[in-house]
């Protein structure tokens, strides 16, 4: 049915420092059960829900190995603004991809049962429990394309929290992906 190869996700920002970061293998079931897709994602906005105390937590650690001198080079606030930064946009990314996918998942099963519905020439029974199946199939799409409109949301108030800790911090110019979140975010927030 769908092309494309389900995204392995990790919370690996949500577990961290765990060794043996939970691996989620989502698949179609995963995104027509609507429970566990919004667990799923609850799971994976948890990073953005603490943003303040992982930035707190994060600068007491870069201090603290400054103080052990085994910290790089810089200020320790830039160090620890861009080890945040780094877990965000791969936290955002994870998610973005989980959403897409499930968007295309509950698309295509929709686009299904409407040829069905189409080319079927079965009794007002059938085609009453075919309407009803597509019902329930408009519901779960609504759902997970409003987790888009969400994500918005999330990514906006989590980069207010950031720039209200880190100031004067800037994703390097050689890290593309960064920038890109960087931008998108930072457009959103233009009027």
């Known amino acids: 049915m769908p092309s494309k190869q389900p995204?392995?996700?990790?919370s690996l920002a949500v577990q961290v420092p765990s060794l043996t970061?939970?691996?989620v293998h989502v698949s179609p079931s995963t995104c027509h059960n609507l429970s566990m897709f919004k667990d799923l994602l609850k799971e994976y906005r948890r990073l953005?829900?603490?943003i303040t105390m992982r930035l707190n937590r994060t600068n007491a650690q870069f201090?603290?190995?400054d103080r052990a001198g085994t910290s790089g080079k810089g200020n320790i606030q830039d160090q620890a603004c861009a080890y945040v930064w780094k877990e965000l946009v791969e936290n955002w990314k994870r998610r973005t991809e989980m959403i897409n996918y499930c968007v295309d998942i509950v698309d295509q099963s929709m686009e299904g049962k409407?040829?069905?519905?189409?080319?079927?020439?079965?009794?007002?029974?059938?085609?009453r429990k075919m309407q009803a199946a597509m019902f329930a199939d408009e519901v779960k799409r609504n759902q997970v394309?409003?987790?888009l409109a969400v994500?918005?949301?999330?990514?906006?108030r989590s980069l207010d929290a950031f720039q209200s800790r880190c100031q004067y911090f800037s994703p390097p110019l050689t890290d593309a992906e960064a920038r890109k979140w960087w931008?998108?975010?930072r457009i959103q927030e233009s009027p």
Not at 7 to 10: A, E, H, Q
Not at 114 to 126: F, I, N, V, W, Y
Not at 151 to 156: A, G, L, M, T, V
């Open 7 to 10: 995204p392995t996700l990790g």
């Open 21 to 23: 970061p939970h691996l």
């Open 48 to 50: 953005d829900d603490t």
């Open 63 to 65: 201090r603290d190995r």
């Open 114 to 127: 409407r040829k069905s519905l189409t080319s079927e020439e079965a009794g007002a029974r059938a085609e």
């Open 145 to 147: 394309h409003n987790e």
């Open 151 to 156: 994500e918005k949301i999330i990514r906006q």
């Open 183 to 185: 931008n998108a975010v």
